[in-house]
């Protein structure tokens, strides 16, 4: 669900600040020392139920407003906290499962050069996502055989399941272009013709509806791929990434020469993850936290990035806050951003 406005009172035991958010993309701005970055991990670690991170900032009350008119309300008293929905009028007290629900958050912060495994050990953030990301792509391949479909089935006529079948192909041929399949049946054609619709018709659909579950489960994977890629190489100078067949993660520079992950630059590396990031961790009508995107980018990148963000809003509908020091990251879009001042200041 998304967020409609955000505020919290005694910040810092000094700070009161209300946001109102756009339902797509906002850019959050302020000095240094306002408590922006704090502000973004609260929202984050509010929605995620973790209280931990909570109790350790000084804050009276901090609210979160969703679209639906539901309000999330967390009061901090002597470092304990109560957590309660407000909604008609009504206050229940809620428990960090319960929070947790309500939401689907992807946090990228400023550190995003390491990633702490739930041992505890930190890894190299880009190796980590390379692997990942290939560990990905072998169980989408791996698990390519259609499924009987066993839901419930919508009245069609064979002129809209002649359409039908010819949308799901073109994603399966999107699909495709990522690096993967599904296993076909070889006894009938996909997509069918109308002869074969009129002469076959419980077998096309029984197809058809196969594939549409496949289809739903991994065209965002491929999507994914895709637009990566896309934005990866636009933005690079020189060099270009590509995912091989096997799901390697690969970069060569413009003479064809192979170069390793870890030789990027480090403006390059900012951009592999914070793309990987928006791109594979976050859902469909979920919310996404970017905190200080400019990090090692030059001038003319973070005027390029903040395109990228509002096509991928568009696509996902996703909602994104950006949290900047950087009018160049804003760019020309001032009437989606917000500063972060004193409330009544």
Known sequence: MKIRSVSVDGLYNGFDYELKLNPDLTYIHSPNG??????????YSALK????????????????????????IIENKDCKLTKMVQKMDLDTRVTDE???SMSDITYIGPDRLTIRKKDGHLVNALEFCAQELYETIRRAKDDNSLTEYTGERREMSDSELDFWCKDLNAKLDFIKDAGFYPVLPTNIKFPPSRYEIIDNRKACEDLAYSISEYVDRDYQLAESIIVFKDIVNNIFLNKYIDVTETGKLTVTMANGTSLQLNKLSSGET???????????????????IVDEPEISLHVSWQQMIGDYFSDICRVRKIQMLVATHS????????DQAQELVLKNA
């Open 270 to 288: 900012q951009i592999l993850l914070m793309f990987y990031n928006i791109l594979f961790h976050s859902h469909q009508d979920g919310i996404v």
């Open 49 to 72: 139920g973790d209280s931990a991170y909570l109790e350790e900032i000084p804050f009276k009350r901090f609210d979160i407003e969703f679209v639906d008119g539901t309000v999330l």
């Open 327 to 334: 009018p160049q990251v804003i760019h020309d879009r001032w």
């Open 98 to 100: 319960d929070v947790e």
């Open 34 to 43: 306002y408590g922006k970055s704090t502000l973004m991990h609260m929202l």
